[in-house]
């Protein structure tokens, strides 16, 4: 998801671009679709796009200012239709859905920038490096696990169809329903992340 909460996590970004350039082949090989070469290293574009945000989308969340982030949300889920709509017009293949979402993920990225607060620079950190290393690590290992918990029957049912059906696009299809039957857990996902855990946080620190 390229507009959640993942500010300034260029280095996760290039590992992901890195991990989905070299999965593209072998993913493409199981799934027996061509289009996959493409798609994945879009994705992984896509999130490097994103760990480029400005720290001040976050920031603006830990003193709930909520209003400059909702508007470049709405604007990045309204690029994204768009892109993708006009992608696909003009080259109807299911890698023009994942080119749209790049274009839209790099808007995204460039607005965050526009937010009021701090520059952002480029800049080494060693301390900064180290921890993030032995808790972020952690936490993305933790996170690759939960994704294929959650998304581990989506990632099979294109093989286990037979190949006249369309695998690519059952999935797709499949991928659609999921995320519809899912609107109630990420709807309370939405106001427990950004509005509930930043109220609490700022109560523990005015303890």
């Known amino acids: 998801d390229a507009s959640g909460e993942g500010a300034s996590t260029f280095p996760r970004g290039l ?19 061509p289009q996959i070469l493409v798609i994945m290293p879009v994705i992984g574009m896509s999130a490097l796009a994103v ?15 909520e209003r400059p982030r909702a508007l470049i949300l709405v604007g990045h889920e ?23 979402i790049l274009a839209a993920d790099v808007l995204f990225s460039l607005a965050t920038h526009a937010l009021p607060g701090p520059r ?11 921890e993030i290393w032995s808790n972020g690590s952690w936490l993305t290992v933790g996170a690759i696990v939960a994704y294929l918990g959650g998304q581990l ?6 093989p286990l169809v037979s190949s006249h059906l369309g695998a690519l696009g059952l999935v797709g299809v499949y991928q659609i329903a999921q995320r519809v039957a899912a609107l109630p857990g ?5 106001l427990a992340g950004p509005v509930v855990l ?10």
């Open 78 to 100: 309204l690029a994204m239709r768009a892109s993708m709509i006009g992608c696909a017009l003009i080259w109807p293949r299911a890698a023009s859905i994942v080119v749209g």
């Open 153 to 158: 029957d989506t990632l099979i049912v294109g």
């Open 15 to 33: 590992v992901v671009l890195v991990a989905s350039a070299i999965l593209a082949y072998p993913v493409a090989s199981f799934y027996g679709e």
């Open 186 to 190: 990420e709807a309370v996902g939405q």
């Open 198 to 207: 930043p109220v609490l946080s700022e109560l523990a620190r005015r303890d």
């Open 51 to 65: 760990g480029l945000s400005s720290t001040k989308y976050v920031t603006l969340n830990r003193t709930l200012r």
């Open 120 to 130: 952002n620079r480029l800049h080494w950190d060693p301390s900064a490096a180290k």
